[in-house]
T-cell receptor, first 115, second 111 residues
């Protein structure tokens, strides 16, 4: 079975640029998450979609981060404009909404470096 | 708020040693508990979950038992291999969309 697919695996951006990260969730999953991972903060939730509807828009991240889910099989995370402090690994995860099989499955992540 | 505490930041073992990584949680409800493993350059991989007191989860030789009395979900493996070197995360979920992850425990197994 195909897992969560994230592209690109690596991204290098200049400060002030706009970047778009992409995610294809596991087919049939109805929850989708975007996380940011850093050594200091660990895993931080950026956005959450339930059946394509945005339920969590990131709180402190919302001013420059925007996640969208155009259809059930594709999501994007836009960072505009980028800042050096955005350098991190961005992880997409998907899961079933409920039940014994509920557990977020993660993609391999996109490592972002902002110069 | 809900929280997960992993006592050990790093663990160093020799091959065939017994592994224990401690995980304690604090939650207002009755959470589901999870273990994930993350290898360098990859995303966290789901190992297993447990959702009831005394339930044991297991996968790939790793196991943990949900203990509501001590609010713990310690990860154990009888005999580690060099290939088990990775970062291990304990997590909980109380039924909404928010998963709370521990800070992670880095395991290094020396051949």
């Amino acid at each position: 079975d195909a897992g969560v697919t994230q592209t690109p695996r690596h991204e290098v951006a200049e400060k002030g640029q706009t970047i778009i990260l992409k995610c294809e969730p596991v087919s049939g999953h109805n929850d989708l998450f975007w996380y940011r991972q850093t050594k200091i903060q660990g895993l931080e939730l950026l956005s959450y979609f339930r059946s394509k509807s945005l339920m969590e828009d990131g709180g402190a991240f919302k001013d420059r981060f925007k996640a969208e889910m155009l259809n059930s099989s594709f999501s994007t995370l836009k960072i505009q404009p980028t800042e050096p402090k955005d350098s991190a690994v961005y992880l997409c995860a998907s899961s079933f909404r409920q039940g014994e099989n509920q557990a977020p499955l993660f993609g391999e992540g996109t490592r972002l470096s902002v110069l | 708020g809900d929280s997960v505490t992993q006592t050990e930041g790093q663990v160093a073992l020799s091959e065939e040693d017994f592994l224990t990584i401690h995980c304690n949680y604090s939650a207002s409800g009755y959470p589901a508990l999870f273990w994930y493993v993350q290898y360098p350059g990859e995303g966290p991989q789901f190992l297993f979950r447990a959702s009831r007191d005394k339930e044991k989860g297991s996968s790939r030789g790793f196991e943990a038992t949900y203990d509501k009395g001590t609010t713990s979900f310690h990860l154990r493996k009888a005999s580690v291999q060099e290939s088990d070197s990775a970062v291990y995360y304990c997590a909980l979920n109380t039924g909404n969309y928010k998963y709370v992850f521990g800070a992670g425990t880095r395991l290094k197994v020396i051949a």
